[in-house]
């Protein structure tokens, strides 16, 4: 079985500081992970995905996430806040065993202030 | 290239009544998916579609809820005998034939019983 855990459900940052969302998985099988980004009454858009390449993937956004398979982690970062970042993040993972479903977190709403 | 398209965008229904949720899928899709996502809670798989297949309906509540997607036309999300707790956003996304997982989401569809 595959799961999602995301620490934090809120996150608070000023504009210009780090941003640091908490993802960690459960996965028997080598997994496919996703961040997913979702602005209020909208959509799921893409913000990055690891699918067994390189462990540091860069997204859109200027938003970027290191697979780290001995922690089971995979945490989304972005070096320099903007106030458009203000949204809901979620962090989704598939596995072979379970193709073409998607298991989501419970998202982390991230806050920015001025 | 349009996106994944779902309608209507708001749907409100009474109880008992049936509500009917469509999604097209992106151009060359041929696989369309189903999460729920209920306040305060995150967003749940519901069913996994190919054209004229269901391939994966772990997700779908035991009764009310069917899923289709035929030949021709769009996937066909229905619930009968809506009640309150059917209240939530439903989102549509699709996928190619051949791909690295990366599922591309719809607006979503909101439906309000009352």
């Known amino acids: 079985a595959q799961s999602v855990t995301q620490l934090g459900s809120h996150v608070s940052v000023s504009e210009g500081a780090l941003v640091l969302l908490r993802c960690n998985y459960s996965?028997?099988?080598?997994?496919?992970l996703f961040w997913y980004v979702q602005y209020p009454n909208q959509g799921l858009q893409l913000l990055l995905k690891?699918?067994?390449?390189?462990?540091l993937v860069k997204g859109i956004n200027g938003f970027e996430a290191e697979f780290k398979k001995s922690e089971t982690s995979f945490h989304l970062t972005k070096p320099s806040a903007h106030m458009s970042d203000a949204a809901e993040y979620f962090c989704?993972?598939?596995?072979?065993?379970?193709?073409?479903?998607?298991?989501f977190g419970q998202g982390t709403i991230l806050t920015v202030h001025p | 290239n349009a996106g994944v398209m779902q309608n209507p965008r708001h749907l409100v229904r009474r109880r008992g009544q049936e509500a009917r949720l469509r999604c097209s899928p992106m151009?060359?899709?041929?696989?369309v998916y189903w999460y729920r996502q209920l306040p305060e809670e995150g967003l749940k798989f519901m069913v996994y579609?190919?054209?004229?297949?269901?391939?994966?309906e772990s997700g779908m509540p035991k009764e009310r809820f069917s899923a289709e997607f035929p030949k021709e036309g769009p996937s066909i999300l229905r619930i009968q005998q809506v009640v309150r707790g059917d209240s939530a956003a439903y989102f549509c996304?699709?996928?190619?034939?051949?791909?690295?997982?990366?599922?591309?989401f719809g607006p979503g569809t909101r439906l309000t019983v009352l």
């Open positions: 690891y699918t067994s390449a390189a462990t």
């Open positions: 989704a993972v598939i596995s072979g065993t379970s193709y073409g479903k998607l298991t």
């Open positions: 151009k060359g899709h041929s696989h």
């Open positions: 996304a699709s996928s190619p034939p051949m791909g690295d997982n990366e599922q591309f």
């Open positions: 996965s028997s099988v080598p997994p496919y």
């Open positions: 579609l190919q054209k004229e297949n269901i391939i994966d």
